[in-house]
C-alpha cells in the first residue's frame, strides 16, 4: 500500500498495483491514463536531475500562508537580501506563484529574461550574491495571464527546481502562492526527498488570516515539511509624521502569538507596516540598504539572523 | 451532469476577482452584499475559495451547517433573521477550523461544479467571491457559470503597483474567457493616522484608477483602510448596520449602486466550448 499517494482519491489501489488506473476508484483521477499505461509504477525520470540539482544548494526556506497578500513575496525578497548582506553568502530567490509573479517587481528585475543553455536556465542576478528566478522572466508582456490547470503548473515548477543553474547556494529562499494545493504539493514532494528544506509561515495578526495560516500548518505536518516558525507581519503601523504607533489590522484572536502558542511552532519576528517597504517594494529597490537604521530593517536582519542560527542547529542534513 | 441547471434560483451574478491575494476580495464581496440588502434585494454569496474560505468568520456564520433537501440540494446559511443573506462555502463542510483542503485542481474543480448546481438559491443576486490567481478555480467557475446570468466581474486592487500588476494579469483572463468586467474597485486606499490625524498611503496611491483608466474600464470607487471594518470582519459583524453613518458605508453605497445600474438584463452567457 506504500505507493499510494497521500493525495490520492480515496480507495486509489497504488501506483504500482496491478489494478493501477483499473479500479474504480480511478475513474476521473487526472493520473489514470499514466497509471493504467504502467508508467507510474516506473520511477520519476527526473527526480535523479533534481535531486542531484537540490543537492548544490545547502539550505531550502519555503515561505508559505494560506492566505494571500500578507506578504510572502515582500518578506521572501527581504529576507533573502538580509540574507545577501553577507557579500559569501550566496542567495537565491524562487518564485514558484505561477500565475502571480511579483518577484521580478519587488527586485527590480521586471522586463529581464532568462538565457537558456544546453545545461538549462540561467536565473537573473540582482547583485554578485543574490539571484532570482520567476516565471515572469518567461512571459512577454506583464499584461500575459498564465491560465493554467495543476498539472502545467507542477510541471514548470519541476522545470524550476531541476533546470535553473544557481551556483553554490547557501540558501534557496522561494516563494509560494496562497493555498494548500498543487504548487504546494508538487514543491514539497521533491523538496522532502532532498536535503535541509524547512518553511517559515508568515501571517496578518488578522484572525482572517490566521484562520488560513493554520490550515497551511496542518499542510506542513501533514507532509512533514519542518516549520522554522511563524512571522507575523504588518503588526504595527507607525506613522511616519508623528511617529506613533497604531495598530491597522486589529486581531481578535490574540494574534500570531496565540496560533505559536497553540500550534508549537515558534514566532521567530514580528515586522511592523512600513509604507517605505512597500514602496522599496513597488520600485524594487533595496529598503535596507536605503533606510538601515529603521525599525523594519532591524526586524528583517534579526529574522535573517534567526533562520541563519534554525538552519545551523537543524541541518544541513544529508538524506 | 450536463443537465443540471447552474445556479438555479439566482437573479444575476456579479464575480469578485482579483489576481492578487489579500487585497480584500472576500471584504468587499461582504460589504457589497450587506449593502445590497440594504437596498432592499435578496443577497447570496458563493465562496469558491477553497483552500482559504474566510466568507464565514466575516459574516459570524463559522459554526453553522448546510442542510440538504430531500432531493439533494444543499440549502445555503442564513445570515440574518429575515432570510435575505445568505451564503455556501467549503467552510461549512469542514470538521475544525484547522482542517486543510490539500486537493489538486481535478479534485477542486469537481468541488466548484457542485457548488455552482446543488445549491438550492433563492437571491436576487448572488456574489462569487474567488480565491486568488487565474487557475483550476476560476476556469472552473467560467467553464460552468455559461448558461447562467453573469452581470460581470469587479476587479478588486490595492493602489500598489505589484497588486496592480496581477490585476492587469485577471483582466487578460477576464477578456480571453469574455467575462465582461464591471469595474475596478481601489481597496486599502490610505490610512487615517488615529493619533495626528495625517493620511498615510500606506500602500501608495491611485493605482487602481490609473490602471482602470488605461485599461478603458469603470472606477468605482476608492475604500481606504478602514480598523473599524477590520474589526467586524475579524468579529463577524455587520459594519454596514454598526457604522451606517460613516463615509465608507456610502462608497459602498454607491459602489454598489454602479454595479447594478445598467437596466438591460444580461442575456444568458453563450455556451463556450470546455477549454
Same mark, same amino acid.
Do not use: H
Given at each position: 500500500m506504500s505507493s499510494v499517494p497521500e493525495n490520492a482519491p480515496e480507495h486509489c489501489p497504488g501506483t504500482d498495483s496491478s489494478n493501477a488506473g483499473q479500479? +474504480?476508484?480511478?475513474?476521473?483521477?487526472?493520473?489514470q491514463q499514466i497509471c493504467a499505461s504502467g508508467?507510474?509504477?516506473?520511477?520519476?525520470?527526473d527526480l535523479a536531475a533534481i535531486l542531484a540539482r537540490l543537492a548544490t544548494i545547502k539550505h531550502k526556506l519555503v515561505v508559505l500562508s /494560506?492566505? /494571500?497578500?500578507?506578504?510572502k513575496t515582500t518578506v521572501s525578497a527581504m529576507l533573502a537580501r538580509a540574507l545577501a548582506a553577507q557579500p559569501l553568502t550566496q542567495v537565491g530567490v524562487l518564485d @514558484?506563484?505561477?500565475?502571480?509573479?511579483?518577484q521580478p517587481r519587488v527586485t527590480g528585475t521586471v522586463g529581464n529574461a532568462v538565457h537558456t543553455s544546453a545545461s538549462g536556465w540561467s536565473p537573473v542576478y540582482i547583485e554578485d550574491n543574490l539571484a532570482v528566478m520567476s516565471i515572469g522572466f518567461l512571459l512577454? +508582456? =506583464?499584461?500575459?495571464?498564465?491560465?493554467? #490547470?495543476?498539472p502545467n503548473k507542477n510541471g514548470l515548477i519541476k522545470r524550476f527546481l531541476k533546470d535553473v543553474e544557481w551556483e553554490g547556494l547557501d540558501y534557496l529562499v522561494i516563494d509560494t502562492p496562497p493555498g494548500t494545493s498543487d504548487e504546494h504539493l508538487t514543491l514539497a514532494h521533491y523538496l522532502l526527498q532532498g536535503n535541509a528544506a524547512a518553511a517559515v509561515v508568515v501571517t496578518t495578526p488578522q484572525e482572517v488570516s490566521l484562520l488560513d495560516v493554520r490550515k497551511e500548518i496542518t499542510f506542513c505536518e501533514r507532509v512533514k515539511l519542518p516549520m522554522a516558525g511563524i512571522v507575523e507581519n504588518m503588526t504595527m503601523f507607525v506613522c511616519p509624521k508623528c511617529k506613533g504607533e497604531s495598530v491597522?489590522?486589529? +486581531?481578535?484572536? &490574540?494574534g500570531a502569538a496565540s496560533l505559536a502558542a497553540e500550534s508549537?511552532?515558534?514566532?521567530?519576528a514580528r515586522l511592523p507596516l512600513d509604507p517605505l517597504v512597500a514602496r522599496a517594494c513597488d520600485e524594487g529597490t533595496n529598503f535596507l540598504l536605503d533606510h538601515p537604521d529603521s525599525p523594519a530593517a532591524r526586524a528583517y536582519l534579526d529574522l535573517a539572523q534567526k533562520i541563519k542560527e534554525y538552519f545551523s542547529t537543524n541541518g544541513p542534513f544529508v538524506s | 451532469m450536463s443537465t443540471e441547471t447552474v445556479?438555479?434560483? @439566482?437573479g444575476e451574478t456579479i464575480v469578485v476577482l482579483s489576481g492578487?491575494? &489579500? @487585497?480584500?476580495k472576500s471584504t468587499t464581496t461582504v460589504q457589497l452584499a450587506f449593502t445590497l440588502r440594504a437596498l432592499g434585494y435578496k443577497v447570496g454569496i458563493l465562496d469558491?475559495? =477553497?483552500?482559504?474560505?474566510s466568507i464565514p468568520r466575516m459574516l459570524g456564520v463559522e459554526d453553522q451547517d448546510v442542510l440538504t433537501t430531500p432531493n439533494g440540494k444543499w440549502i445555503p446559511v442564513m445570515v440574518d433573521s429575515e432570510k435575505k443573506l445568505s451564503v455556501v462555502s467549503i467552510a461549512f463542510f469542514l470538521? +475544525?477550523?484547522?482542517?486543510? @483542503?490539500?486537493? #489538486?485542481g481535478p479534485k477542486k474543480n469537481a468541488m466548484i461544479k457542485q457548488l455552482l448546481t446543488t445549491v438550492a438559491w433563492d437571491v436576487d443576486y448572488l456574489l462569487i467571491d474567488t480565491p486568488p490567481g487565474t487557475s483550476d478555480e476560476h476556469l472552473s467557475v467560467m467553464e460552468n457559470i455559461r448558461g447562467a446570468r453573469v452581470r460581470g466581474a469587479v476587479l478588486v486592487t490595492t493602489p500598489q503597483l505589484l497588486s496592480v500588476d496581477d490585476v492587469t494579469r485577471e483582466l487578460t483572463f477576464c477578456q480571453k474567457t469574455q467575462l465582461n468586467v464591471l469595474g475596478v474597485l481601489e481597496n486599502m486606499a490610505g490610512y487615517v493616522c488615529p493619533h495626528c490625524s495625517e493620511c498615510s498611503n500606506i500602500l501608495a496611491w491611485g493605482g487602481g484608477e490609473s490602471f482602470a483608466a488605461k485599461s478603458s474600464l469603470p472606477f468605482l470607487g476608492r475604500v481606504p483602510i478602514e480598523p473599524n471594518l477590520c474589526q467586524c470582519a475579524e468579529t463577524g459583524q455587520n459594519f454596514m448596520e454598526k457604522f451606517a453613518s460613516s463615509p465608507i458605508a456610502d462608497i459602498y453605497k454607491s459602489i454598489a449602486t454602479k454595479l447594478i445600474a445598467t437596466s438591460s438584463v444580461p442575456e444568458a452567457m453563450e455556451p463556450q466550448e470546455g477549454r
Open positions: 479500479a +474504480s476508484a480511478c475513474a476521473g483521477c487526472p493520473n508508467a507510474a509504477a516506473a520511477p520519476d525520470p /494560506g492566505k /494571500g497578500g500578507v506578504g @514558484v506563484d505561477v500565475c502571480g509573479p511579483s512577454e +508582456s =506583464l499584461e500575459d495571464a498564465v491560465m493554467w #490547470r495543476g491597522v489590522f486589529p +486581531s481578535a484572536t &490574540g508549537g511552532v515558534p514566532l521567530i | 445556479l438555479n434560483g @439566482v492578487k491575494g &489579500g @487585497v480584500g469558491v475559495d =477553497l483552500c482559504g474560505p470538521n +475544525s477550523k484547522k482542517d486543510a @483542503v490539500i486537493w #489538486r
